[in-house]
């Protein structure tokens, strides 16, 4: 069993449908997945078809009072299990501060899980408590990025971060920077790849993922878009990023 958390602490960058998306490919090529959504906002949980306010049971349940991780799982129509988030989620990390080892709550949880190839950590925008916990919890980190003038910026900290927590979690580290909701006729965008490549070499995945409507359409069908528009450009750029990303496994 792999554990990848997607993180960058800037929104907007395609966190979510990296996450919804790469679990859905990777399904799709026969590995059972989970994704878990650790953001309140509960996006990649209604990505996946999942009315999140109907859900039993989150995180906070299973980091505040020990509640069994099993319990959480729900299956997604898109053919992976899923662990919701909601705003009952809001506000945990104030909570999650008065606990011992609060950073190592998730890890903790995730210890009885069994029967997963890949799972898939859908992290919010911040380096907080939760995020630290999916740190901690993770094997590897993917962090998507898009190529504009600011991406750069904020990077020290999240590898700042993952470098400080090495001591916490001797096997975290950068698995791989994915291009996302690239416009390839943009010169900046081609300038800020090209920057990227210099600063991330070897990490960079090969799969760049283009701007693509289909991919912002197919959340408000509450699907992934391999299962929306299978062979639109945005589908067959996450089926290329799981091939990636199951090269990099063996
Ligand atoms: N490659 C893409 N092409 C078009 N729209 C995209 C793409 N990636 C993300 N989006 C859209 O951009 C917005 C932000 O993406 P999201 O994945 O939610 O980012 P994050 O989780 O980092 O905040 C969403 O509305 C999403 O549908
Ligand atoms: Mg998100």
Do not use: W
């Amino acid at each position: 069993m792999e554990i990848l958390a997607i993180a960058n602490q800037k929104g907007g960058v395609g966190k979510t449908t990296t996450a919804v998306n790469l679990a859905a490919s990777l399904a799709a090529k026969k590995n059972q997945v989970l994704l878990i959504d650790l953001d309140p906002q509960g996006n990649a949980t209604t990505g996946t078809g999942i009315e999140k306010r109907e859900l039993a049971v989150t995180m906070a349940d299973i980091l505040l009072d020990g509640v069994d991780i099993e319990q959480a799982i729900v299956q997604s129509p898109a053919g992976f299990a899923v662990i919701g988030a909601n705003r009952d989620m809001s506000g945990i990390d104030i909570s999650l501060m008065a606990k011992t080892d609060s950073h190592l709550l998730l890890r903790q949880a995730m210890q009885s899980l069994a029967g997963y190839d890949y799972v898939i950590i859908d992290c919010a925008p911040s380096l907080n408590l939760l995020t630290v916990n999916a740190m901690v919890a993770t094997d590897g980190v993917i962090i998507p990025m898009q190529c504009e003038y600011y991406a750069l910026e904020g990077l020290a900290d999240l590898s700042q971060t993952i470098e400080r927590l090495k001591e916490l979690n001797p096997k975290l580290h950068i698995r791989g920077v994915v291009r996302t909701l690239f416009d390839a006729r943009n010169t900046l965008a081609n300038d800020v790849s090209a920057e990227l490549e210099a600063h991330f070499g070897e990490l960079m995945y090969d799969t760049i993922i283009p701007r693509n409507v289909r991919l912002a359409e197919a959340p408000a069908h509450g699907l992934p878009v391999i299962a929306y528009e299978k062979y639109s450009k945005g589908s067959r750029a996450y089926q290329k990023l799981a091939n990636e990303v199951m090269q990099q496994s063996r």
